[in-house]
C-alpha cells in the first residue's frame, strides 16, 4: 500500500490510504480550513467538498450533480452495470422507484416488522458469546444483525446471511482491489434475486418482495425486473452500512465508560445517543457526476467528473457543530447527514436506526462493562464505508 | 406557539416524528406534518424547537 500513500491532500488524496483510513479526521479538519473542494487525480481523478453546507448545496443541485454513478471509485472496466433506482438514477425516473421503496421502510413498518426480531437476534447472539468474556463485536455481532434483519424481511431463510455478506463486501469493500471477485459477487448476487422474484411471481408471501411485486408506480404495474432490482439495492445499501454503524458504536462505547455508563443508567438516552454516534462516525460516502461544465465554489468542474459526497467529513465541521470532535451523547441540536439530504436521503435509515438502537440496548444490558481487548488489533474497512472490521472486546 | 412543515423541503428524514410524536404525524411514504392544527401545548415547546434544530432539510418552522 505504500506507493498509494498521498502527499499533498488538498490535490491528491487517496480515500484508501491507510492513514486515512485510521485517521480521516484530521485530514477533513486540514482540508476545511485550507481547501474545502479538495481534488486528486488517482481512480480516474475526483473532486471531494468537506465542508457541510458545500455538500447540501451539491446535493440539492440534482441536475448539475447527477446520481448515475454513486460508487466512490469508478466501475471496474468491461463490468457489467447493474442498476439500482433509486440510489442511481435523478429525475424523474428516481421519484417512482423511492415510491417504491419507501412504504416498507416507515418508522411504523419497521418498528413493528423489524424489532421484535432484531431484538431477539441480538439477544441469542449474546447469549452465543457472553460467557466466553470476550468477542469480535464486529464479526459476530455487528456483521450478524443486518443481514439477518434483510433476509427476514425479504423472507428467505437465515443462512443466506453470511453468503450476502461475503456478496456484498465483494462489491463494495474487497472489490476495489479485486475486479474479478467484484464481478462474481455481482453476478452471484444478480442470479440470486432473479430466481426468488421469479419464485415470488409463482408463489406470493408475507414479505417485501412480494409486496413489491403487488405495488403500482404512478398506476403503473411493478415488473419483476424493478423487483430485483430493488432487491439488489436493499442488500448493497443496507448491510455493511449498518454494520459499520453498530460497530463504531461498540468502538466507541469500549473506550468512553462515562457514555457507557450513563446509556445504562438512562436507556431512553439511547435514540438521541444514535444520531450523535451516527453523526460522528458516519459510515457512508456516496458519490455525483458532473452532468455540465460548472464552476463550484472556485474549482472548475467538467461534465463526467465525480464528486466524493463525504457527509462523514460534513458531519464534523465545526461552522455547523459545536464541539463537532467531540462525541456528546446528549447532544441537542444535531442535524447531521449521516444518511445524505434532499432527495436521496437513505429510503432504508429507520431500519438503520432502529438496528442500532436494538444492538446498542441489548448489548449495554447484558454486557455493560466491556473494553477494547487490544486497541491495535482493530481494523477499519475503508471507501464507500466505513467502519471497524475486526473488533475484539473482553468483559 | 404554531408549527409547521414544509412538505416541498420534507425528506423524510423522521426526525422529528421520532423526537415528538405528539406534534408530528408521517405518512406511509415516512414524509411529516403537523398533527391537528399546528398549536403546541405549552408543555411541548421545548421539544417543538428541538425538533426543529434537528430537521436536516430545515422543513420546520415555529412560530411563537
Same mark, same amino acid.
Not at chain 1, 404495474?221 to 460497530?247: K, M, N, Q, R, Y
Given at each position: 500500500?505504500?506507493?498509494?500513500?498521498?502527499?499533498?491532500?488538498?490535490?491528491?488524496?487517496?480515500?484508501?490510504?491507510p492513514?486515512?483510513?485510521?485517521?480521516?479526521?484530521?485530514?477533513?479538519?486540514?482540508?476545511?480550513?485550507?481547501?474545502?473542494?479538495?481534488?486528486?487525480?488517482?481512480?480516474?481523478?475526483?473532486?471531494?467538498p468537506t465542508?457541510?453546507?458545500?455538500?447540501?448545496?451539491?446535493?440539492?443541485?440534482?441536475?448539475?450533480?447527477?446520481?448515475r454513478?454513486?460508487a466512490?471509485?469508478?466501475?471496474?472496466?468491461g463490468?457489467?452495470?447493474?442498476?439500482?433506482?433509486?440510489?442511481?438514477s435523478?429525475?424523474?425516473?428516481?421519484?417512482?422507484?423511492?415510491?417504491?421503496?419507501?412504504?416498507?421502510?416507515?418508522?411504523?413498518?419497521?418498528?413493528?416488522?423489524?424489532?421484535?426480531?432484531?431484538r431477539?437476534?441480538?439477544?441469542?447472539?449474546?447469549?452465543?458469546?457472553i460467557?466466553?468474556?470476550?468477542?469480535?463485536?464486529?464479526?459476530?455481532?455487528?456483521?450478524?444483525?443486518?443481514?439477518?434483519?434483510?433476509?427476514?424481511?425479504?423472507?428467505?431463510?437465515?443462512?443466506?446471511?453470511?453468503?450476502?455478506?461475503?456478496?456484498?463486501?465483494?462489491i463494495?469493500?474487497l472489490?476495489?482491489?479485486?475486479?474479478?471477485?467484484?464481478?462474481?459477487?455481482?453476478?452471484?448476487?444478480?442470479?440470486?434475486?432473479?430466481?426468488?422474484?421469479?419464485?415470488?411471481?409463482?408463489?406470493?408471501?408475507?414479505?417485501?418482495?412480494?409486496?413489491?411485486?403487488?405495488?403500482?408506480?404512478?398506476?403503473r404495474?411493478?415488473?419483476?425486473?424493478?423487483?430485483?432490482h430493488t432487491?439488489?439495492?436493499?442488500?448493497?445499501?443496507?448491510?455493511?452500512?449498518?454494520?459499520?454503524?453498530?460497530?463504531?458504536?461498540?468502538?466507541?462505547?469500549?473506550?468512553?465508560?462515562?457514555?457507557?455508563?450513563?446509556? =445504562? %443508567?438512562e436507556? $431512553?438516552?439511547?435514540?438521541?445517543?444514535? /444520531?450523535?454516534? *451516527?453523526?460522528?462516525? #458516519?459510515? &457512508? +460516502?456516496? @458519490?455525483r457526476?458532473?452532468?455540465?461544465?460548472?464552476?463550484f465554489?472556485?474549482?472548475?468542474?467538467?461534465?463526467?467528473?465525480?464528486?466524493?459526497?463525504?457527509?462523514?467529513?460534513?458531519?464534523?465541521?465545526?461552522?455547523?457543530?459545536?464541539?463537532?470532535?467531540?462525541?456528546?451523547?446528549?447532544?441537542?441540536?444535531?442535524?447531521?447527514?449521516?444518511?445524505?439530504?434532499g432527495?436521496?436521503?437513505?429510503?432504508?435509515s429507520?431500519?438503520?436506526?432502529?438496528?442500532?438502537? =436494538? %444492538?446498542?440496548? $441489548?448489548?449495554?444490558?447484558?454486557?455493560? /462493562?466491556?473494553? *477494547?481487548?487490544?486497541? #491495535?488489533? &482493530? +481494523?477499519? @474497512?475503508?471507501?464507500?464505508?466505513?467502519?471497524?472490521?475486526?473488533?475484539?472486546?473482553?468483559? | 406557539?404554531?408549527?409547521?412543515?414544509?412538505?416541498?423541503?420534507?425528506?423524510?428524514?423522521?426526525?422529528?416524528?421520532?423526537?415528538?410524536?405528539?406534534?408530528?404525524?408521517?405518512?406511509?411514504?415516512?414524509?411529516?406534518?403537523?398533527?391537528?392544527?399546528?398549536?403546541?401545548?405549552?408543555?411541548?415547546?421545548?421539544?417543538?424547537?428541538?425538533?426543529?434544530?434537528?430537521?436536516?432539510?430545515?422543513?420546520?418552522?415555529?412560530?411563537?
Amino acid at each position: 500500500m505504500g506507493e498509494t500513500a498521498a502527499r499533498n491532500w488538498a490535490t491528491d488524496y487517496e480515500l484508501l490510504d491507510p492513514s486515512y483510513v485510521e485517521d480521516p479526521w484530521s485530514v477533513w479538519d486540514e482540508l476545511r480550513s485550507t481547501c474545502p473542494v479538495a481534488h486528486t487525480d488517482r481512480h480516474d481523478g475526483s473532486w471531494m467538498p468537506t465542508r457541510y453546507d458545500d455538500l447540501v448545496a451539491i446535493a440539492q443541485d440534482v441536475e448539475t450533480f447527477t446520481s448515475r454513478s454513486v460508487a466512490v471509485m469508478p466501475p471496474v472496466p468491461g463490468s457489467p452495470v447493474i442498476r439500482l433506482p433509486p440510489i442511481d438514477s435523478d429525475p424523474p425516473e428516481h421519484h417512482g422507484a423511492r415510491r417504491l421503496i419507501l412504504p416498507a421502510f416507515s418508522p411504523r413498518r419497521v418498528r413493528e416488522r423489524d424489532e421484535p426480531f432484531a431484538r431477539k437476534l441480538a439477544a441469542e447472539l449474546i447469549d452465543g458469546f457472553i460467557a466466553d468474556g470476550r468477542v469480535d463485536a464486529a464479526v459476530q455481532y455487528a456483521q450478524q444483525i443486518p443481514p439477518r434483519v434483510i433476509a427476514h424481511m425479504l423472507g428467505v431463510p437465515d443462512d443466506m446471511s453470511d453468503t450476502f455478506v461475503d456478496w456484498v463486501r465483494g462489491i463494495l469493500e474487497l472489490g476495489y482491489e479485486d475486479a474479478d471477485l467484484r464481478i462474481r459477487c455481482r453476478d452471484a448476487t444478480l442470479e440470486y434475486f432473479v430466481e426468488l422474484v421469479g419464485s415470488r411471481v409463482e408463489n406470493p408471501g408475507d414479505d417485501v418482495v412480494s409486496e413489491l411485486l403487488a405495488a403500482e408506480i404512478d398506476g403503473r404495474s411493478v415488473t419483476p425486473e424493478d423487483v430485483i432490482h430493488t432487491c439488489v439495492l436493499l442488500l448493497i445499501a443496507g448491510i455493511d452500512t449498518t454494520w459499520s454503524s453498530i460497530g463504531s458504536a461498540i468502538w466507541h462505547l469500549a473506550q468512553h465508560p462515562g457514555d457507557r455508563r450513563r446509556l =445504562v %443508567a438512562e436507556p $431512553e438516552l439511547v435514540p438521541v445517543a444514535v /444520531e450523535e454516534l *451516527l453523526r460522528a462516525y #458516519s459510515p &457512508v +460516502t456516496m @458519490a455525483r457526476i458532473v452532468s455540465e461544465p460548472t464552476v463550484f465554489r472556485g474549482c472548475p468542474m467538467d461534465a463526467g467528473d465525480r464528486v466524493i459526497m463525504n457527509f462523514p467529513a460534513g458531519n464534523r465541521d465545526p461552522e455547523v457543530f459545536d464541539d463537532a470532535d467531540k462525541v456528546i451523547i446528549d447532544r441537542a441540536q444535531n442535524r447531521h447527514m449521516a444518511f445524505g439530504v434532499g432527495i436521496h436521503r437513505c429510503a432504508g435509515s429507520n431500519q438503520a436506526r432502529l438496528e442500532m438502537r =436494538v %444492538a446498542i440496548e $441489548e448489548w449495554l444490558a447484558r454486557i455493560p /462493562e466491556f473494553e *477494547l481487548e487490544d486497541p #491495535s488489533a &482493530v +481494523t477499519w @474497512a475503508a471507501g464507500q464505508v466505513r467502519g471497524p472490521r475486526v473488533l475484539p472486546v473482553v468483559f | 406557539m404554531q408549527i409547521r412543515v414544509d412538505p416541498d423541503k420534507c425528506q423524510g428524514h423522521n426526525r422529528c416524528y421520532m423526537l415528538a410524536p405528539e406534534l408530528f404525524d408521517v405518512d406511509d411514504y415516512g414524509y411529516a406534518s403537523h398533527i391537528g392544527d399546528g398549536d403546541v401545548p405549552g408543555e411541548l415547546e421545548d421539544k417543538a424547537r428541538l425538533t426543529r434544530d434537528n430537521c436536516p432539510e430545515h422543513a420546520i418552522t415555529v412560530v411563537d
